[in-house]
């Protein structure tokens, strides 16, 4: 079977971010993360016998009709399709079109908004399969088994009877693949090399994901919460093994682990002793997703072990009442300990905060906006990254936020949450400020105290380059809330 597995041209303020990305936003400096989780996909129905195709038109530039051009020249029996809330609108008109020029064509839609809205989309286009969970691997490979008559409909997902929308049969915990039997990355057929964040330090950088997702899973904002069930794990020695490829065959120097939170506990153990054993290069870079809460002296000295050189890690708001109404189990007040042990082993942190949620008002903002330059003017925070909070279906969030009211906007509009402007009412006196108090967090970089302090870190490592690229992608990101 031919299949097909894409991210279609959404027209737009920018660079759509849809692939691999918890958060949508439009960026005017692209970045694209790889798409680790249509990787194992591809790999996974290759080795099945299937002629699987990648195909990112946002990656390649590419207009409808030479997207629509690459499409029909495949010519795939199988479309999947991952979406982002503020581009289902978009998709459903995508997969009309589609399926006008190619009606035995079957199509499936994917993401963090299918999950949790699993049947809606039957009611809104041509679409055949709808996938209700983020293992698109594992679920694709049962989508084509029961495609080709070999088995019932097993899985989680929704499929189209005529008329009817029916929900596959759900397989049984104890017969659940597990992540082991998934094949490594083909890194070139999905050509990953194209791939990265702007703050990497090489070309020869690459993804990877221990874990599907997070073992917290409790954070009250965020959209892949509804993905996972259950949690799955990479062995250690599984993940060391492509970790190793990844090294041999395609000369990574640096790899970034995009699990919710990089596993810890006896998991990481385990780990940091087979990659002492293993003798990785010194010059490979690991960095990955944490949460404060786990970060204690014990963890910074293994992760230190093993090569990890950055953390990101969330603190979303400097008020503890927020951090508390998040569910997001952490103390603010253990926040900056956190920070030092992590500077004091040679581990970078790249923040991410959050500002328009429908509690907070600009005392709150500045209570964050004063903490974070304090802890960036002590050299305690690589980069920081600054958004709006939305709350996308499926999410905790969004459930309250349809029960107290607060929505700005008629819940439905998908496109309004984009981060254009805020989608909930807040305790600014405009939209605007809103997106003055982003900007102003981003603007932190362009202290000089930080840009001293930087430029000499980065001076001594031979890292000019990768410094200039950051301060343009700040630049870019100002632009993004202008």
């Known amino acids: ?131 209700a969970s983020g293992h698109y691997d594992l679920e694709l490979l049962n989508v084509c088994a029961w495609l080709g008559g070999a088995t019932p409909a097993r899985g989680s997902w929704f499929l189209r009877h005529g008329d009817r929308i029916e929900a596959a049969l759900r397989i049984p915990e104890g017969e659940e693949r597990e992540l082991d039997e ?64 990844l090294v041999e065959h395609h000369g990574a120097l640096e790899v970034f682990d995009d699990a919710g939170t990089f596993p810890t506990g006896p998991w990481l153990e385990e780990f940091a002793s087979r990659y002492r054993a293993a003798k990785f290069p010194r010059s490979l870079a690991l960095s990955g997703n944490m949460r404060m809460a786990q970060v204690d002296e014990n963890l910074v000295r293994t992760l230190a072990s093993c090569g990890f050189r950055k953390l990101k890690i969330g603190l979303e708001s400097a008020n503890q009442a927020t951090l508390d109404r998040l569910d997001k189990g952490l103390q603010i007040g253990r926040f900056e300990h956190g920070l030092r042990l992590l500077a004091a082993a040679g581990i ?60 700005a906007v008629d819940p439905n509009e998908y496109e309004a949450f984009d981060m254009t402007a805020p989608v909930l009412r807040t305790l600014f006196p405009s939209p605007k400020e809103v997106h003055q108090a982003c900007r102003n967090l981003y603007t932190l970089h362009f202290h000089p105290l930080f840009l001293a302090r930087t430029a000499l870190h980065f001076k001594r490592r031979g890292g000019a380059a990768f410094l200039l690229r950051g301060l343009q992608a700040m630049r870019g990101h100002v632009r993004d809330f202008s």
Not at 25 to 39: A, D, N
Not at 65 to 79: G, H, M, N, T, W
Not at 359 to 384: C, D, N, Q, S
Request: charged share 20%; net charge positive.
């Open 1 to 131: 079977m031919r299949i097909l597995l894409t991210y279609p041209p959404y027209p737009g303020r920018g660079t759509p971010m849809v692939s691999q990305n918890r958060q949508f936003q439009w960026f005017s400096k692209g970045s694209h993360i790889y798409p680790v989780l249509l990787g194992y996909a591809h790999a996974l129905l290759n080795r099945a016998g299937h002629e699987t195709l990648l195909l990112d038109a946002g990656l390649e530039r590419l207009g409808w009709l030479a997207y629509l051009e690459r499409v029909l020249d495949f010519s795939p029996e199988l479309i999947a399709i991952e979406v982002k809330t503020p581009v289902v609108p978009r998709a459903w008109w995508v997969v009309d079109q589609l399926k006008a020029m190619l009606p035995g064509c079957t199509i499936a839609l994917l993401g963090d908004h299918i999950a949790a809205l699993p049947e809606e989309s039957f009611a809104h286009c041509g679409v055949d399969v709808c996938v």
């Open 348 to 407: 970078a942190v790249h923040l991410t905060v959050m500002v328009g949620y429908p509690w907070e008002g600009p005392a709150e903002v500045e209570r964050t906006y004063h903490f974070v330059r304090r802890l960036m003017k002590a050299g305690l925070i690589e980069f920081l990254q600054a958004t709006i909070v939305v709350p996308y279906p499926g999410t905790r969030m969004h459930a309250e936020a349809l029960e107290r009211g607060w929505f």
């Open 182 to 245: 998934v094949p490594f990355i083909d890194r070139r057929a999905t050509k990953a090399v194209l791939y990265g964040e702007k703050w990497r330090r090489t070309d020869r950088f690459f993804y990877m994901m221990a874990g599907r997702d997070c073992t917290w899973s409790r954070c009250t904002f965020c959209s892949w919460t509804s993905l996972f069930r259950p949690y799955k794990v990479f062995s250690p020695q599984r993940y060391l093994a492509e970790l190793r490829h």
